[in-house]
């Protein structure tokens, strides 16, 4: 597993107080610099990976190091300060989780900050000793690439970013172990949500299953963690994750949206996002990236400008509201990805929004009919899916059953009401309010609450309805 140590720093570090630090956590070791400079690597005389350390990022907001660490830790901190994280390779010797210490240590002394470190929940698991050539991968098989992380709150890293992307590439699956004491960001569960991916949770009495489903899950040299061969598939889940006790309390609303644009020069982007931020999360977003944490001021036009450096590549930023404080006042807890990509005839924004709500609360789901008209004033709704769904209010994800999304309501843009014509499409199972010019018209589809046994059966036969109509079936 990786030995995580943060530096929450008051000022920015010089180059000259970095190799300080790097030499105080071990000057026998040689230095090693990657991606364009934004990684340092320390390795020993035989070219072993033993330490990492990412250059340090400004961060936009500081309570951002709450949501990802842990509540408080940036009270004593400035508005905007600095994260240095340094990962230590699993090793017998040295004891890396010490080199971290000693590097981080050396920059707090010198600017000033805060020094933060997990409690280790996890026992170290011999299959996943070593080094890799990758900080966050514990070990490479033919099938997998596996990732441990030790932390109370696992989030989408640029170190896992990174994993992900590089190994992906060469067919490799991804395989996150964690304790089953941890909880993952969204944006990390989204991804984790890919076929390839396995999250692999860890029990206290050192059993294995599956953080999604339930499924006990066992090593297999030279593959990874597979379905367990030796567990009673009458028991099903395993028990911990059939306990959801104190751990899914809440509700959330998951929006599914995607809009097309035609290609101009003055198109910007993410305004969709504003739009599902300000009606259902009570604010604009308040800081976005590529990977967590967040260090970057939310901007549209910074957005648009890197999705055009990429084109025609896709690209894919995460986003979210920060609640609290004077001027969130009202704000609920929010988080989305925005992937934009190329079409045939233009730009798409395919956004996925989760917004949670408290034990007790009601989702507004009134607020969603005006949501849909709003968005039929502007071109270019290609459909919209909502559902509600139990889970924690902070949007963290347990490794704990919490029941399936159930479909709350369906807007379905001009392309598609054309494909099937206007008047069937209201004249479906679920009732339909039509928005717009009535040549191109949105229309919004409320199959309920979200609560009702027969939620998924009626969307099901809405979706059925809304095939378009073959010539042969028209004659």
Do not use: C
């Not at 963690?225 to 911990?240: F, K, L, N, S």
């Not at 209010?393 to 494909?419: K, N, S």
């Amino acid at each position: 597993m990786s030995r995580d140590v943060i530096a929450l720093l008051a000022e920015s570090p010089s180059r000259r107080s970095l190799l300080d630090a790097m030499v105080a956590a071990d000057p026998d070791l040689r230095i090693r610099l990657v991606a364009e400079g934004t990684v340092v690597e320390l390795r020993d005389d035989s070219g072993r990976l033993v330490l990492a350390v990412q250059s340090a990022q400004r961060m936009a907001v500081a309570t951002e190091a709450d949501r990802l660490l842990e509540d408080g830790v940036s009270e004593e901190l400035p508005a905007q300060p600095l994260w240095v994280e340094a990962r230590g390779a699993d090793l017998v010797t040295p004891d890396t989780a010490e080199l971290a210490r000693r590097f981080v240590g050396h920059l707090v002394d010198r600017h000033g900050g805060v020094v933060w470190e997990p409690p280790s929940r996890l026992e170290r698991d011999d299959s996943l000793v070593g080094a890799t050539d990758h900080p966050a991968v514990s070990a490479l098989t033919a099938k997998n690439a596996v990732l441990v992380q030790d932390r109370p709150v696992v989030s989408l890293s640029s170190w896992t970013v990174d994993a992900l992307a590089r190994y992906g590439r060469e067919g490799l699956g991804i395989q996150l172990v964690t304790p089953s004491t941890s909880v993952l960001t969204q944006a990390l569960r989204s991804l984790l949500g890919n076929p390839n991916a396995t999250w692999v949770v860890r029990t206290a009495d050192g059993h294995h299953y599956d953080g999604f489903n339930g499924l006990p899950l066992a090593w297999q040299d030279g593959v990874g963690y597979v379905p367990d061969p030796h567990a009673v598939t009458e028991d099903g889940p395993h028990p911990d994750f059939r306990a959801r006790e104190e751990h899914v309390t809440g509700t959330q609303l998951h929006v599914d949206l995607q809009m097309d644009h035609p290609a101009s020069d003055g198109l910007e982007l993410g305004g969709v996002v504003e739009l599902l931020a300000e009606r259902l999360g009570g604010a604009r977003p308040s800081v976005w990236g590529v990977s967590e944490p967040l260090t970057r001021e939310w901007d549209p036009a910074a957005v648009t400008a890197m999705a055009r450096n990429r084109a025609p590549g896709e690209t894919t930023v995460v986003f979210g509201g920060q609640p609290g404080g004077p001027d969130h006042e009202g704000v609920r807890p929010f988080s989305g990805r925005l992937r934009v990509a190329r079409t045939d005839s233009g730009v798409r924004e395919h956004v996925r929004f989760t917004v949670g709500y408290q034990e007790g609360e009601e989702p507004d789901l009134g607020a969603l009919r005006p949501l849909v008209r709003a968005l039929s004033d502007r071109d270019g709704l290609r459909s919209m899916t909502v559902q509600r769904a139990y889970g924690r209010a902070d949007l963290l994800q347990p490794p704990r059953w919490a029941g399936v999304p159930v479909p709350v309501g369906l807007a379905v843009g001009a392309e598609g009401i054309t494909a099937v014509g206007r008047e069937n499409a209201l004249a479906g199972p679920v009732k339909g309010t039509s928005f717009g010019p009535p040549m191109t018209p949105v229309i919004w589809y409320r199959i309920g609450d979200g609560v009702e046994p027969d939620s998924w059966e009626r969307f099901q036969a809405l979706m059925r309805h809304l095939r378009p109509v073959s010539r042969d079936r028209r004659r």
